[in-house]
């Protein structure tokens, strides 16, 4: 899959959703594909309590589910469509997840990414 249709599936997941007054999902959507050339994605969920999570953290847990646990690209796009970098939560997720994630491309725009070795400390 092409950067491009994976920012296009993501923006097309990102509209908010407010299930109750203390809760707003998906102002945020993220889609992996991993290794196995698979598609996962996810919402953010933010409670007032700050007990909500990240999109990328629910694409991955989608992942995991699936048993899968490398991705190949992952990318966040808000919902005016701006591609987000992953917090650094999410990129110590991704690393923890499964250490082959360094080299996971990260999407930045249609045209732009990096590694995920790339955003984080040297360790």
């Known amino acids: 899959m092409e950067q491009k249709a994976l ?8 509209h908010p959703f407010r299930p109750s007054a203390e809760c707003t999902s998906g102002t945020v959507a993220a889609a992996i594909v991993t290794a ?3 598609l996962f994605t996810g919402v ?3 409670a007032e309590c700050s007990l909500g999570f990240c999109a990328e953290h629910a ?3 989608e992942m995991l ?8 690209m992952i990318v ?6 701006a591609v987000l970098a992953p917090c650094g939560r999410c990129r110590e997720l991704l690393w923890q997840v499964d250490t082959r994630n360094r080299s ?7 045209e732009d ?3 995920l070795e790339d955003l984080l400390p040297r360790r």
């Open 7 to 14: 920012i296009d599936l993501a923006a097309s997941l990102a």
């Open 36 to 38: 196995e050339s698979h």
């Open 44 to 46: 953010c969920v933010d």
């Open 59 to 61: 694409a991955i847990a």
């Open 65 to 72: 589910k699936a048993r899968e646990s490398a991705v190949r």
């Open 76 to 81: 966040a796009v808000n919902e005016e469509g």
């Open 104 to 110: 996971a491309w990260v999407v930045l725009g249609p």
């Open 113 to 115: 990414g990096v590694r």
